[in-house]
């Protein structure tokens, strides 16, 4: 449960005895391939999909002890843990790891990339199997549920028949939700963080100043800037 890695452990400042789930590696799970496409909420259908995930501990023969983790917009894969070509932690390694809040002695934590992301699952930045090219605006729109019908097929893909724990903060907090609602059977805990089951006038504003911003960028092409600056 310690680090083996002697050069990384200089990096453990945060944690002085060193504990972490060590190195990391990140794995991809690809599913809905052709004509076996799923249909998102807004009607229009997507395949292949790939979900970029990570896993610390280890699943138990009763599959119980399954914990789902969900990030953040700005969040990706990489809970805990370090990749062996960079001394960044895993961006909630001060809770994931062994003996910790979520204690990678017990349980088997997964948090995947939220589908629409660009960050190793599909989203804009992929390539449109129809034009070989990155989709760019031609990505459809994602709600929160097709992020969640996406993690279902990971969970299903290791065999859970029930999540012993959902949990994540703000975005992550709204798939949590949208996870107990869609799938109270297969939640048998929640812990949705910093979220809200709807949003205000406010935030929704707060959102379009962030498209407005990325939109006013120079480079930004109509979305189509992948192949320039």
């Not at 790891?97 to 990678?104: A, M, S, V």
Request: overall charge negative; proline content about 7%; glycine content about 12%.
């Amino acid at each position: 449960s310690t680090i083996v890695n002697p050069k990384m452990s200089e990096y453990i400042e945060h944690d002085k005895n060193g504990v972490t789930v060590g190195i990391v590696e990140k794995h991809f799970f690809t599913f809905a391939e052709p004509p076996g496409e799923i249909t998102l909420e807004n009607g229009s259908t997507l395949g292949p999909v790939t979900l970029a995930y990570e896993t610390y501990g280890e699943l138990n023969p009763e599959k119980s002890n399954a914990v789902l983790i969900m990030h953040a917009l700005s969040g990706d894969s990489h809970a805990a843990g370090y990749y062996t070509d960079d001394t960044k932690p895993g961006w909630w390694e001060i809770m994931v790891g062994p003996g910790k809040g979520i204690d990678t002695d017990n349980y088997f934590v997964v948090c995947s990339n939220i589908l629409g992301s660009c960050m190793g699952s599909t989203g804009p930045g992929s390539i449109n199997p129809k034009t070989g090219k990155p989709f760019g605006l031609d990505f459809p729109v994602v709600t929160i549920g097709d992020m969640v019908t996406a993690q279902k097929a990971l969970v299903d893909h290791f065999g859970i028949k029930r999540i012993l724990s959902v949990m994540g903060g703000s975005i992550g907090g709204l798939q949590v939700l949208e996870w107990c609602l869609r799938y109270p059977d297969k939640v048998v805990s929640a812990i949705p963080l910093a979220t809200t089951p709807k949003h205000s006038a406010l935030t929704i504003a707060f959102n379009e100043v962030a498209r407005q911003a990325i939109m006013a960028d120079p480079n930004w092409n109509k979305g189509d800037y992948y192949s320039g600056a």
